[in-house]
């Protein structure tokens, strides 16, 4: 499906040296995608990276094509040659990871990554990742909306955390979420 071809987009562009939090998505795919079912990956307002999605209709027709079909294009020249730097040894904690999970009931028409950009900027010292889960839309949400599964990894590097502090954490993370695109926890 297209969110297939959208993860292969992203595999293909992290081999490139683009990290994923720095792209978005938007629907603005050419017109030989079908609407709705694709989309364009950019870098920043103005610099389109990549377009993936399924062909529309005619175009399949054209071709004598059956069934859905799936494509994308890469824009080698748009991606920014990898910054060369020193990197420094990974520091390593000896502290325990520690995940939570979340469930944000929001529009449909909000991007995941608009979620996991917030989720990811409420403690950037402790977050060490943040990643979606699951996508549901069913008769268990209301009509219009979504929710968005979210395991976020907290790392601690100088002393393991206390359960106040955990829950302060979490109480940042929901309402950076909810900030920056109105959710609720489901």
């Known amino acids: 499906d297209p969110w297939d071809v959208r993860a292969d987009v992203g595999e293909a562009l992290a081999a490139l040296g683009v990290?994923?939090?720095?792209?978005?998505?938007?629907?603005?795919?050419?017109?030989?995608?079908?609407?709705?079912?694709?989309?364009?990956?950019?870098?920043?307002?103005?610099?389109?990276?990549?377009?993936?999605?399924?062909?529309h209709p005619s175009v399949q027709r054209a071709l004598k094509c059956e069934g859905p079909v799936m494509a994308f294009e890469l824009f080698l020249d748009a991606i920014p040659d990898p910054k060369k730097r020193r990197?420094?040894?990974?520091?390593?904690?000896?502290?325990?990871?520690?995940t939570r999970d979340f469930a944000f009931v929001v529009a449909r028409d909000v991007d995941a990554a608009t979620v996991l950009r917030a989720?990811?900027?409420?403690?950037?010292?402790?977050?060490?990742?943040?990643?979606?889960?699951?996508?549901y839309?069913?008769?268990?949400?209301?009509?219009?909306?979504?929710?968005?599964?979210?395991?976020?990894?907290?790392?601690?590097?100088?002393?393991?955390?206390?359960?106040?502090?955990?829950?302060?954490?979490c109480a940042r993370i929901l309402a950076a979420v909810t900030k920056a695109t109105g959710a609720t926890l489901r």
């Open 19 to 55: 990290p994923p939090e720095a792209t978005s998505v938007t629907a603005d795919a050419p017109r030989h995608y079908h609407p709705g079912r694709s989309g364009v990956v950019r870098q920043g307002p103005r610099t389109v990276l990549a377009t993936f999605g399924e062909l």
């Open 137 to 169: 839309e069913g008769d268990k949400i209301e009509a219009g909306h979504k929710s968005l599964g979210v395991e976020v990894t907290l790392q601690p590097t100088d002393k393991s955390l206390t359960d106040a502090e955990i829950e302060a954490v």
């Open 119 to 135: 989720a990811r900027g409420a403690e950037r010292t402790l977050i060490s990742a943040v990643r979606l889960f699951d996508v």
């Open 87 to 98: 990197r420094a040894a990974v520091a390593l904690s000896p502290f325990q990871p520690l």
